[in-house]
């Protein structure tokens, strides 16, 4: 089994309605404005002959928030190291 995954607490939440998001959506949202902000180069290469195609467009947003979330998990553990050390 695997460990949990470190979703770094609760980020604005609003008492006694929902814990709001964790620090790990946070990072994730806060990455994927960059990588959108870059995305019409990624985008123009799947458009061969001026059309899109809608499954490799689909792929490419997931890919893109599997990215997200993989720079999320390293800020957050980038956090825990620098909080152990001295």
Not at 22 to 41: E, H, V
Not at 46 to 75: M, N, Q, S
Request: charged fraction near 30%; glycine fraction near 6%; aromatic fraction near 12%.
């Amino acid at each position: 089994m695997s460990a949990p995954i470190n979703d770094g607490g609760a980020e604005f939440p609003v008492m006694y309605v929902s814990e709001g998001m964790t620090l790990r959506d946070y990072f994730a949202g806060q990455a994927l404005i960059s990588m959108c902000a870059s995305s019409n180069k990624e985008m123009d290469k799947l458009k061969p002959d001026g059309k899109y195609f809608e499954k490799h467009v689909r792929d490419w947003y997931e890919i893109t928030g599997l990215r997200a979330y993989c720079y999320a998990d390293a800020i957050l553990d980038a956090r825990a190291v620098k909080r152990r050390a001295p």
